[in-house]
């Protein structure tokens, strides 16, 4: 073609410019993510060179950075320059970078940055079962902490042993177990203020409970002349009985999916009074006592029909019960909140917690020197004065003190997102699930003493931790048809007779056999 | 000639009562969104159905435009609709101009290597190591740039240049432009229809990016609208009871939910019909050939 001289010198070397300026505008960009996904490179240098380290750490040394990876479940996480944060930066004397992921999406964030081997230096596990993080802890990629914790005596003390058991794989401890109160879980709570209304007392057996619900719904407990309450507010999913599945487990008094007989382990679905259940739901859903669409509602929706006022049961942890209050409260001023009643225990059973959730893993990648330095950051971290900060802030900012009692400015610490610090590092209240601090003063007493009553006769779920091989491809599909057919049979299209078939089924299929001779060896070799 | 018959009548109504209903089916949710987003929370709590609110309230929109991470992710999903919608019309038009003409050397070859783009990805982990070899994990060039055009709009751009004569070329070529003052000062200003559509179709990708910026962008300043409203909307909690963490906080009320809903899709709904001649036209500008 013909080019004439001067103008194509020209706009060749306008783009050469245009060029130019893209490469540069794009290393910019790359620049400042390079120092982040290479600090934990740059932060071990200076930390392998220095002379060996004691538990606290001293000030005149550069703050350790430490890169933490995990969930939050706000709507939004707390800022990097969080007062807090800031805080405990200065008293651990380390540089945070956290990285928030939301819970939603925290198992596909977590799988990509396994598979990309960039992990960060505080990785939060919330499923250290899980195959794949299994594997790769086995395969040497984290570290495993239960030789190094015994130096840490403030952090140590706030896990309790339990937790540290429920975790070991292959009898080592591939992360920090993050404690959790093991009492609590939710349960039934009904309505005091209906069952006074009806005469009827605190229910204990399951059919006792059946008789509450059922009055719950023919017999008006609200007093409002209108026919406009049932008995149990519930759902199920696709794959497990969900809110429903409490009223399942006072039959069979077992938490989970197996059950403890004659030092066997069973599945719970070969239980014949798995069959009792599902025979009185179905008589529940045939008379009106369960919602009519509990089959696809979802659990936001139970909870709205409870605060409605719609409904007289839900099974709900009681330290939840603020909400609950809030929104009944808006209905009827006066309510007490007293009148809702944590059920201590039906037909002698009520469940118990794992006393953890999730583990916070460290990986290899990270030195020796360094992981003892992170230790000695979570330890300080773990004393009073910081952890306390995560649920009352600083003083002046989220709460003030008045005649010697901290009066917290709860929109300011939940607008802060100060309860996410608390995925990190936790110091497990006992009471935490049933008792808040927002609570008056006689509910708290009242729900600490129920707890402490459930606590006599609470039930673990003897299944958690055991790893079997068949049953981790098997139990998916497993659970969906288990629970496809319970569902039909509450909903009546389904005969009780069908769960029979089902379970004599169960006898010649291998799959299951397989598991339940792996869950046996697991449990036997625990 | 539009015939009147009996027939015709009934057809006409018929179809009229059908599509009618199927509007309503399909406009019922958006304008149960807009409703809810507008109700009281109070209100709300108690009726199990709002179809039109006693008391109408700004208070959840209040609160949304209040909170710093909201105003600043609309800003984030702005600039990824304006810049990237920019860059993907560069890149994409000048890659099907360059392609259209029969002059270049290799052609038959790009398009192959274009066309296997559109039937093969590598999936999530490779394109998250290239994403991180690149550095270019936590910026938002990453998401600009895994999105910046794709297989399909080339080879639709292409099917409308071709429809430019060569002859414009040599045209331009006699008054001394060479091939890109010829491509930025007659071939775009008369290829703007196609501009114009497939600008459209650009920037609401943009605007919905969801899962790219999920992957990438670790900042949450950096992060678009979609994943802020996804943090809002679906709540972690309540999957099933027994896995729940005791710690967490109660979710946001529904009417907080349905005003965030509205305020993520006001933009397009706002733009797109000043856009829609341009749409109508662009649309079947790769279909017609000569």
Known sequence: MIREGKRGKRSSSLLLAVVLLLAALLSACGGGSNSISGGSQQGNAPNASSNSQQGSPSADEPPTEIRIMVHFFGATPPASDNAVKLKIEEATNTKLDIQWVSANNYKEKFNVTLASGDIPDLILVTDPFDPVFRRA??????????????????????????????????????????????????????????????????????????????????????????????????????????????????????????????????HVVTLPETREALVMLAQAYAEGLIPLDFASMKLSQVKDMFKAGQAGIIVEKSGALQEYYDALKKIDPNFDMKNLLPLTSVNGYNPKGPGFSGVIA???????????????????????????????????????????????????????????????????????????????????????????????????????????????????????????????????????????????SLDSNESFKKTTAEMNEAYKNR | ???????????????????????????????????????????????????????????????????????????????????????????????????????????????????????????????????????????????????????????????????????????????????????????????????AAFGLFFAVGYWNQFFNALLYLNDPDKWPIQVLLQNMLIDASGSSLGDVDPLIQPPPSETLKMAAVVIAIAPIIVVYPFLQKHFAKGAMVGSIKG
């Open chain 1, 137 to 266: 802890a086995e395969q040497g990629a984290f570290w495993d902490v239960s030789p190094y914790i015994d130096e840490y005596s403030y952090m140590k003390e706030t896990i309790a042993p339990i937790a540290w058991d429920m975790t070991k794989i292959n009898g080592k401890n591939y992360g920090l177990p993050r404690p959790r109160p093991s009492e609590g879980e939710a349960f039934f709570i009904v309505r005091k203020d209906w069952l006074d209304n009806l005469g009827l007392s605190v229910p204990e057996t399951a059919e006792q409970l059946y008789e509450v619900m059922k009055a719950f719904t023919t017999q008006d407990p609200d007093k409002n002349s209108k026919d406009d309450t049932i008995g149990l507010a519930g759902q199920v999913d696709g794959s497990s009985m969900s809110t429903l599945a409490e009223f399942e487990r006072i039959f069979y008094q077992a938490y989970g999916n197996w059950k403890l007989q004659d030092g066997q382990l069973v």
């Open chain 1, 362 to 504: 460290i990986p290899k990648s990270v030195s020796e020197d360094k992981l003892k330095k992170i230790l000695a950051a979570l330890d300080r971290w773990s004393q009073d004065d910081l952890f306390l900060m995560h649920s009352q802030g600083i003083e002046g900012i989220h709460h003030t003190v008045q005649d010697g009692k901290i009066v917290i400015d709860t929109e300011k610490v939940t607008a802060d997102g100060l309860g996410e610090f608390n995925q990190i590092l936790y110091v497990a209240d006992p009471y935490a699930s049933t008792v808040k601090r927002t609570f008056p003063e006689d509910v708290q007493e009242l729900y600490a003493s129920i707890q402490d009553e459930r606590a006599k006769t609470s039930v673990a779920n003897v299944g958690t931790g055991l790893y079997s091989e068949t049953g981790a491809t098997f139990m998916q599909e497993f659970n969906k048809t288990v629970q496809d057919l319970k569902t039909k049979i509450i909903l009546g299209v389904e005969p009780i007779e069908a769960w029979d078939a089902f379970v004599a």
């Open chain 2, 1 to 195: 000639m539009i015939s009147n018959s009996l027939g015709d009548r009934m057809f006409r109504i018929g179809n009229a009562i059908a599509l009618g209903l199927i509007t309503l089916i399909t406009a019922f949710p958006i304008y149960y969104v807009v409703v809810v987003s507008f109700t009281a929370p109070i209100e709300y709590i108690r009726k199990p159905l709002v179809l039109f609110p006693e008391e109408w309230s700004l208070a959840s929109y209040r609160y949304l435009l209040s909170t710093s991470a909201f105003p600043k992710a609309l800003g984030v999903s702005l600039f990824l609709a304006t810049v990237g919608t920019a860059c993907s019309l560069i890149v994409t038009s000048a890659l099907a101009y360059a392609l259209s003409r029969r002059r270049i050397y290799g052609r038959r070859t790009f398009q192959l290597l274009i066309l296997f783009t559109i039937l093969f990805s590598p999936g999530i982990i490779p394109h998250y190591i290239l994403i991180r070899e690149l550095h270019l994990i936590n910026s938002l060039w990453s998401v600009i740039l895994s999105s910046l055009t794709s297989g399909w709009y080339v080879i639709l751009m292409r099917g409308f240049y071709d429809s430019l004569p060569e002859e414009l070329d040599e045209a331009a070529a006699i008054d001394g432009c060479n091939d890109m003052t010829a491509f930025f000062r007659i071939v775009l200003p008369l290829s703007l229809p196609a501009l």
